[in-house]
């Protein structure tokens, strides 16, 4: 393992960003066969939408207060300090975020029905889940929020493979719980039993990989100053505020008809999968890079790894959005298909996701914007537009809302992430005079070969249903090799 976080073996390298995405995919994977379960015990009904506000409680919470932007903000200081000083300053934050989380989950197992009428309004109060499922989640709260201390510390070092692999530690304790739960009516106790445990293992196996150094020592000094936790703040605020696009639309969608919560979550877990593996992997790793380059003046060397980056990801978000919109059809069948789900609930979670997908090559334009951004510190720029642009959420929604559609809440959701890209894509100077700084002839010829291979794939999935009968085998097949052929090329491109 290199210094810059790739792996050499002999003649061959595998870089950090694809190390990671192995990482993600693993997690993704993983995530997909949670949601497999899931939808198996639950189907797309009111149980269901509070087992997944279970599931997702400890996460989204730690992301909206904390994860998000403590990666920004410390994945760029840690790379300025020393050795000694980086560690002192996560046994700081390791410890004032176990205080705090600790608090707030007391606060949580007080006070459960004020989290689910904020997250989901319309949920009936004989829905809510156990006394044991609510004390059992709220546990998973602050060792969620450390696991975000410990993944910023691995990052820092270019340890990504291991920060990736903590979402599959989570969902594999979380799979578990789910698999042995036989009784429907303690099945969302069991399943906040695993989702403590999961959150557990994963904390203290990351806390396991790091150097007694980073965990035991000093904890007093001036490191936690006001400027940290200034851009901490900002950073936070602006992740927290893209969290709750989802989390808004969700909590209207519950308003619209039963079981539309379980339905977006499983539509959002299927953009997740090609997300995190093949662009946010990219973006995590260009924060890193872009944050030490930054911080030695390196400005050419920022520049070109930028560029590099956005140009990867696009292409990545692209190919993934074409296939992935074309075989929804099969992708979901194949993956929830079964248990309690009914064809009319595949055919919502499918409609879902094609919309959803459309916002793919934006989100990458998103990703790597931030990352250029929060590696310059410039925080305070991403707040504003970050906050500008969900002001404009309640008009997107407006339309969904009045005709009690799910389908144009998706398209708010897609607005906005739209919306949100070309702001910050000018702020970071991705975008000057109308004009995108990074394309370049390779980009043009990398677009047409993306959509080609795309056209290749669907002709050829139409070929094989006619002689497979429809066998989802083939369409997933044919999927795979045409999005390994899309990274390959925008790997090699760059």
Known sequence: MSTDGNFRFGPWVIGASALLGLGVLAGRLSGLVREVELASSFG?????????????????????????????????????????????????????????????????????????????????????????????????????????????????????????????????SVIAALMISTDVDQSLSVLGLGIAVGAGVRFFSQLACLHRGWFFGEVRGRLLDLSFVRGFLLTALSASLMLLVPVIVRALASNVSDGAISAFNYATKLVELPMGVL??????????????YNAHQNVLEARTALHDGVRRSTLNGLGAGLLVAFFAEAIVALVFGGGAMSSESVERVTRLTRILMVGLPFLALTSMAMA????????????????????????????????????????AVVLFQTTHALALARLSGLIKSFRFTWWDTKMTVGVGIVVAVSAAAMALDFFLRHFTQGNSLASMLTLIIAMGVIVIFSQRST
Do not use: Y
């Open 44 to 172: 797309v009904s009111a149980r269901a939408d509070v087992a997944v506000l279970l599931l997702t409680l400890p996460d989204l919470l730690v992301n909206l207060l904390l994860s998000g932007g403590l990666t920004a903000a410390l994945v760029p200081r840690l790379k300025s300090l020393q050795e000694s000083e980086a560690q002192l300053l996560i046994r700081q934050t390791l410890l004032l975020v176990l205080l705090l989380f600790g608090l707030f989950a007391i606060f949580f197992s007080a006070l459960p029905n004020v989290f689910f009428s904020l997250l989901a309004p319309g949920i009936l109060p004989e829905s809510l889940p156990s006394s044991m499922a609510i004390i059992a989640t709220a546990l998973a709260i602050p060792l969620t929020a450390a696991s975000g201390v410990t993944t910023a510390a691995l990052s820092a070092q270019h340890r990504f493979l291991i920060a990736g692999l903590g979402t599959l530690v989570f969902n594999v």
């Open 279 to 292: 662009i946010t992997s990219i973006a995590t790793v260009a924060l890193a890079r872009l944050s030490h």
């Open 372 to 411: 250029a951004l929060n590696s310059q510190e410039k925080h305070a720029a991403v707040l504003k537009a970050t906050i500008g642009c969900l002001l404009l959420l309640p008009v997107f929604a407006l339309p969904g809302l009045w005709m009690s559609s799910e389908g144009l809440l998706a398209c």
